[in-house]
């Protein structure tokens, strides 16, 4: 009967965005909302990018509904539900609902990127409020449990990282969606091997609203204004739930979740391709004398089109190989000490960006 629950929050969510992505792209083309082409982008035609208002609230409408159809049953009532999962939950909808708006506003008329980081660590501060925090790194590097005056602030840290990661990623079409749908299987089937049904259903909501999102953004024609872009808006709702899953898998609390080893390298193995792709981005700009935050072309998926990679073969790869990374980490936790795992990440990483280097020149 769980699962029952899990796949009906995820046909919800695909039959409620199935239902408003299209209305969106008839309102964004005949008030001409578009993401115009420049120089820094991929596009050549102006699109629509505001498929990503379409998230938050399917997500929301799906969650919710099956999650009180559960209390109704009687499923979930219980003391670990009331005192730790519930504020949690909605402490994570406060935050969507702030950079939701905030995504709206950006990609209507432009947000400037200081403003968007202070909304950013506000929503991420509601976290530790609701008593979720990295409070253990399993012992990478020698490193086990944190206090509190030390994880706060890297958890913090790591939730608007994570949420800047999946914006800066989406760059070409169905790459954003792609990975953090890889993110969010994952996530769904080991909150489903815990047991915590709640988390599961919320991973699998926001599958559901990328299952069309990425037809109508990857297959659809611009030329009959069937294409459509997330935006902001989506890329910031994804990447605040990405990270809230992240940090719930990786907090040690035994009377929520059972212990896993090295739970936080499962967790990174989702996300290696865009936090990755963020710091070799940003330590290119600084060595060039640039700023952090001034954009570019020299993303990963910047380097593939660069090698002779059509759009869709770039997205298909990086997606294959975060598969490949998840999978692999998931693995060898099992058999190999979390630092040699993460060792093994970085220098396969830097491994493969050496040899696109040498393949792009």
């Not at 402490?91 to 950006?106: E, F, H, P, R």
Request: charged share 15%.
């Amino acid at each position: 009967m769980h699962y029952l629950f899990v796949l009906t929050t995820f046909v919800v969510s695909v039959l409620i965005a199935s239902l408003i992505i299209p209305r969106i792209l008839v309102i964004a083309t005949r008030k001409k909302l578009y993401d115009v082409p420049d120089a820094r982008k991929v596009h050549t035609k102006a699109i629509p990018r505001l498929g990503g208002v379409s998230f938050f609230p399917t997500i929301l409408f799906s969650f919710c509904y099956v999650f009180t159809l559960r209390f109704l049953f009687g499923y979930d009532v219980n003391e670990v539900h009331i005192t730790c999962i519930i504020p949690e939950l909605l402490l994570l909808v406060c935050g969507m609902t702030l950079l939701y708006l905030t995504g709206i506003a950006d990609d209507l008329v432009g947000v400037r990127w200081r403003q968007k980081f202070v909304i950013q660590i506000i929503c991420a501060s509601f976290f530790p409020l609701s008593g979720l925090w990295l409070n253990n790194l399993y012992g990478i590097f020698g490193i086990y449990e944190i206090p509190f005056w030390l994880g706060i602030p890297f958890t913090i840290f790591t939730v608007v990282f994570i949420t800047n990661a999946i914006n800066l990623i989406d760059g070409i079409d169905g790459l954003a969606s792609g990975l953090s749908s890889v993110s969010l299987v994952v996530f769904g089937l080991l909150f489903l091997e815990k047991q915590l049904w709640a988390y599961a259903m919320l991973a699998f909501a926001t599958l559901g609203v990328l299952v069309p999102f990425f037809y109508y953004n990857v297959f659809g024609s611009a030329d009959k204004a069937r294409k459509i872009f997330m935006g902001d808006t989506g890329s910031l709702t994804l990447g605040f739930i990405i990270s809230f899953l992240a940090l719930k898998y990786s907090m040690v609390n035994e009377e929520v979740m059972t212990y896993t080893p090295g739970a936080i390298v499962i967790a990174a193995g989702t996300l290696i391709i865009p936090a990755f792709d963020v710091i070799r981005v940003v330590l290119v700009r600084l060595r060039s004398g640039k700023s952090a935050f001034e954009p570019d072309k020299n993303h990963i998926h910047h380097k593939f089109l660069a090698m002779g990679y059509n759009v869709r073969k770039a997205m298909v790869t990086l997606i294959c190989i975060a598969i490949a990374f998840s999978v692999a980490n998931i693995v060898l936790i099992r058999y190999i000490n979390g630092t040699w795992v993460v060792l093994m990440d970085i220098v396969v990483w830097c491994g493969l960006n050496l040899w696109w280097d040498r393949k792009k020149r």
